[in-house]
């Protein structure tokens, strides 16, 4: 493929907001396959990498991101280049190109890595999720016995189990919110964090489905920033109501603890 026809192909994947050109360095780089200079708005690909197109037209559609990313942000790159956003645009141009038979998964071309893939799916990922949520529903049967012995619950995640609080707490909600284990423990986290469940039902059916969690991540903030604002006020009013209650009751306990003349015990107790 020359220069012409591979900008031909980046536009037919995805029509760019800026102009760009496309330059064979007719080179071999051993740091490098390509690059892109956002000043002149240029994709470099040294071609002598290459042994296939394919593999020539999987970086240029990474290089390609890059000038798209450019264009949403006026012609400029933030300082750290391969951004959320970025590998989000990456990962949707690549999507497109597969689907316009443009580009062919080179990761699905070797038939020992696709054996190898469906191993650590099945057997780490799968099954590392399963125990995540296995967790979880014995994460709440410690919980209610806790309470059933008067024991505070915080208090045996910190000492007893020395589990980070926040582990817990998604382990209990991946397993309330009957997630599917095939995620795998690390995009629970992600998932569990979201609190409308049409939006985590969503976001939790568009990474079974094969987009990567960088692209369903910024959908979602792309989604939010795009939120009516009268809606992101009642949201916030909400927020600062519990915040409010919370330090109300601290406060009422505090007040009363002086009152009882008990600060040394009540603070021992607390702490």
Same mark, same amino acid.
């Given at each position: 493929?020359?220069?012409?026809?591979?900008k031909k192909l980046l536009l037919?994947?995805?029509?760019?907001?800026?102009?760009?050109?496309?330059?064979?360095?007719?080179?071999?780089?051993?740091?490098?396959?390509?690059?892109?200079k956002v000043d002149t708005r240029?994709?470099?690909?040294?071609?002598?990498?290459?042994?296939?197109?394919?593999?020539?037209?999987?970086?240029?559609?990474?290089?390609?991101?890059?000038?798209?990313?450019?264009?949403?942000?006026?012609?400029?790159?933030?300082?750290?280049?391969?951004?959320?956003?970025?590998?989000?645009?990456?990962?949707?141009?690549?999507?497109?190109?597969?689907?316009?038979?443009?580009?062919?998964?080179?990761?699905?071309?070797?038939?020992?890595?696709? /054996?190898?893939?469906? @191993?650590?799916? #099945? =057997?780490?990922?799968? +099954?590392?999720?399963?125990?995540?949520?296995? $967790?979880?529903? *014995?994460?709440?049967?410690?919980?209610?016995?806790?309470?059933?012995?008067?024991?505070?619950?915080?208090?045996?995640?910190?000492?007893?189990?020395?589990?980070?609080?926040?582990?817990?707490?998604?382990?209990?909600?991946?397993?309330?919110?009957?997630?599917?284990?095939?995620?795998?423990?690390?995009?629970?986290?992600?998932?569990?964090?979201?609190?409308?469940?049409?939006?985590?039902?969503?976001?939790?059916?568009?990474?079974?489905?094969?987009?990567?969690?960088?692209?369903?991540?910024?959908?979602?903030?792309?989604?939010?920033?795009? /939120?009516?604002?009268? @809606?992101?006020? #009642? =949201?916030?009013?909400? +927020?600062?109501?519990?915040?409010?209650?919370? $330090?109300?009751? *601290?406060?009422?306990?505090?007040?009363?603890?002086?009152?009882?003349?008990?600060?040394?015990?009540?603070?021992?107790?607390?702490?």
């Open positions: 493929m020359n220069q012409d026809q591979i037919s994947v995805e029509d760019a907001e800026l102009d760009f050109s496309v330059i064979l360095s007719g080179k071999k780089s051993r740091k490098v396959n390509g690059l892109y240029e994709i470099i690909l040294h071609n002598k990498n290459f042994t296939t197109d394919n593999l020539m037209v999987y970086t240029a559609l990474h290089e390609y991101a890059h000038h798209i990313h450019s264009g949403k942000g006026g012609g400029k790159l933030p300082s750290r280049s391969h951004t959320q956003a970025f590998w989000a645009i990456f990962h949707r141009l690549l999507e497109k190109a597969e689907a316009k038979s443009l580009y062919a998964n080179a990761y699905a071309q070797s038939s020992e890595l696709a /054996e190898l893939t469906e @191993l650590i799916r #099945e =057997k780490y990922i799968r +099954r590392n999720g399963s125990l995540f949520i296995e $967790l979880g529903e *014995r994460l709440i049967a410690a919980r209610e016995l806790c309470e059933k012995e008067g024991l505070r619950f915080e208090d045996y995640i910190d000492r007893v189990l020395r589990l980070p609080r926040l582990s817990a707490k998604t382990a209990i909600k991946s397993f309330t919110y009957n997630l599917d284990p095939a995620l795998g423990s690390e995009n629970m986290r992600f998932i569990s964090a979201i609190p409308n469940e049409e939006t985590r039902g969503a976001a939790e059916n568009a990474l079974l489905s094969g987009k990567s969690p960088d692209t369903v991540k910024t959908a979602l903030r792309e989604a939010q920033a795009e /939120e009516d604002p009268r @809606l992101k006020l #009642e =949201k916030e009013k909400a +927020r600062l109501e519990r915040t409010i209650g919370a $330090l109300s009751k *601290r406060l009422k306990e505090i007040e009363t603890a002086l009152d009882n003349g008990a600060t040394g015990a009540f603070c021992a107790l607390r702490g």
